[in-house]
């Protein structure tokens, strides 16, 4: 499932290709490197293991700054089960398997051009965002807050956004702007004309998948 290369200028490539500057800029590597860092810099992080999580890349439909620039697909029901409910009926997650074997348990995408055409401080607070969705369980599920919306939380001083914008804040001030990526400083377009063209791992959405005869 996770062998094709998404190329945004209409070119595939082979699976997990290392990054070459004679071929391009592999963008799911760079953003595996960035992630790295973060788990050193921001402690509450480090219950993340990244070799069980598949940076992928999709092109946007469009650069329209109002459409999504990354997300962070669980790939387990609450309690890191296999199988869990929605609307009544019991349906089971498909299970995926990393080319090496490793069986991932969270999918984070970034949406291309769209997220290269951020600021590179809102680049910054997107990536800790994804980061953040992942449970402190590490164990395939989301982070979960009280309530129906249980992704984010409600609107308040403990609410989803406002613990990554206080993560984001406190790691600008800890470490500074000389720890952004030089790539975070471009646009999409400036990246493609000095390194080529951009790729990464193209990762579908897992399906869920009726479990027959349950109720």
Not at 62 to 85: K, Y
Request: with cysteine; net charge positive; charged share 25%.
């Amino acid at each position: 499932m996770f062998g094709k290369q998404a190329n945004p200028h209409g070119q595939g490539h082979g699976a997990f290709p290392a990054a070459d500057s004679a071929r391009g800029f592999d963008f799911g590597a760079a953003m595996r490197s960035f992630a790295r860092q973060l788990l050193r810099q921001i402690p509450d992080l480090g219950h993340i293991d990244l070799d069980r999580c598949v940076f992928a890349v999709s092109q946007a439909r469009n650069r329209s700054q109002f459409g999504v620039f990354a997300s962070c697909t669980p790939l387990r029901f609450e309690d890191g089960l296999l199988t869990g409910r929605r609307h009544g009926r019991l349906y089971r997650m498909q299970q995926v398997v990393n080319p090496d074997g490793v069986d991932p348990l969270y999918i984070v995408t970034f949406f291309l051009p769209r997220f290269m055409d951020l600021p590179a401080a809102e680049k910054v607070e997107t990536v800790i965002h994804e980061l953040w969705h992942i449970g402190p369980k590490f164990d395939g599920d989301l982070r979960r807050y009280p309530g129906r919306y249980y992704a984010h939380g409600r609107s308040g001083a403990n609410d989803f956004d406002t613990e990554v914008k206080t993560l984001t804040r406190e790691w600008e001030r800890t470490w500074g702007d000389n720890w952004v990526p030089d790539f975070f400083r471009q646009t999409f377009n400036e990246l493609h004309q000095q390194r080529g063209p951009i790729f990464g791992v193209k990762a579908p959405r897992p399906k869920l998948l009726p479990v027959s005869g349950a109720a």
